[in-house]
């Protein structure tokens, strides 16, 4: 099966502007033969065609991803969806005429890099090294580095929680949480003193198992999820591990498209000893806002359930997206809360 044919019928939504100026539009992303579609959301009328191999990024490694056609900053696409980015990425490769490890690697760049890392510049070269990489990296490759992480947690005492019941309503909770796919998976006796949500990356989240004895309600367990997916909007998740493995085993990552387990070894450990950065708050209510859900509950839990909620509790309290809003349906109903609350227990 060709690319082209894989993702056929494959469509989602973005935001799309003709021109400066003009007011961003709701559309529907969708891809032709060789060419990104661009439908208006309600009529599905064709409101643009750019040729994939033109199509350019214009801020990699960022979300949303932003593209325009062939450059024009003028004519701007966002996406969010990370199915839509990857299929994107792997339809212009397939179009794209196969070129040489250097080409593909821009050589100007690489020949900097490379002389720079002989010279031994150790402040602005690895950090260039660092988001070059991450921004070449597949999906597929974030999950398999998500996949060490967890098993390395497992092996320093740390223990996956499973139960027949439990494990359906953390599945229910995922999906009322996010688009696209993500894995939420509860583990205890994780290292360390204090328990957070932690996006390791490839869309893995793990939520510390003495949160589910803290959280007051499904709905304040779920502001606690998105607190740790817009630190991972803000900071590519990848970033931490290149830095942990070093200049080396990125460059080989960035030149082969493989990792040395050396480098991987203690990371596990070393993310839940770093500090975790205090997201931006407009861009943390706008998330909340588009999944429906209220900050009161996360703001009011009578333990905070991230350290982020001590210094934007006012804010999450007085600007409240939900606020005023007709009470929807329950994240999860009061049997899957229960269920999940006790999902360690077997």
């Known amino acids: ?201 490839g869309r893995l989240f793990i939520v510390d198992a003495r949160l589910l004895d803290r959280a007051d309600s499904p709905e304040a367990l779920a502001g606690a999820i998105l607190i740790a997916a817009q630190r991972s909007a803000e900071e590519d998740p990848l970033r931490p591990l290149l830095r942990h493995a070093g200049t080396v085993a990125t460059f080989q990552l960035l030149t082969s498209g493989e990792l040395p387990d050396r480098a991987t070894r203690g990371y596990a450990a070393a993310i839940y000893t770093a500090p975790l950065a205090r997201p931006d708050s407009e861009e943390l209510l706008d998330r909340f806002a588009r999944v429906e859900l209220s900050t009161r509950p996360l703001a009011d839990n009578p333990e905070p359930l991230d350290p982020a909620v001590e210094t934007l509790g006012e804010t999450l309290r007085t600007r409240d997206p939900m606020a005023g809003e007709p009470v929807g349906t329950a994240l999860l109903s009061d049997g899957q809360w229960v269920s999940l609350l006790n999902i360690c227990d077997g």
């Not at 010279?119 to 974030?142: E, N, Q, S, W, Y």
């Not at 583990?187 to 957070?196: F, G, K, N």
Request: net charge positive.
């Open 1 to 201: 099966m060709t690319a082209l044919e894989k993702y056929a019928r494959l469509e989602g939504s973005g935001l799309w502007v003709a021109a400066p100026g003009e007011q961003r539009r709701d559309v529907v992303v969708s891809f032709g033969k060789a060419t990104l579609v661009i439908s208006d959301g309600r009529s599905q009328r064709v409101l643009s065609h750019w040729s994939l191999p033109a199509v350019t990024r214009l801020n990699p490694g960022r979300r949303p991803a932003r593209y325009s056609p062939d450059g024009d900053p003028g004519e701007v696409l966002e996406i969010e969806d990370d199915w839509l980015i990857e299929a994107l990425r792997d339809l212009q490769t397939a179009l794209s005429p196969r070129r040489s490890l250097a080409a593909r690697l821009r050589r100007p760049v690489l020949v900097a890099l490379s002389l720079a890392m002989l010279l031994g510049g150790a402040l602005i070269v690895p950090r260039a090294l660092v988001d070059h990489t991450a921004a070449v990296v597949p999906m597929p490759r974030r999950v398999d580095f998500a996949e060490t992480v967890r098993h390395e947690l497992i092996r320093g005492g740390a223990q996956a929680c499973h139960s027949p019941y439990g494990d359906p309503a953390i599945a229910a909770l995922q999906r009322a949480l996010f688009q696209t796919p993500a894995r939420l998976t509860v583990m205890r006796d994780l290292p360390s003193d204090a328990p957070r949500v932690q996006h390791v990356m």
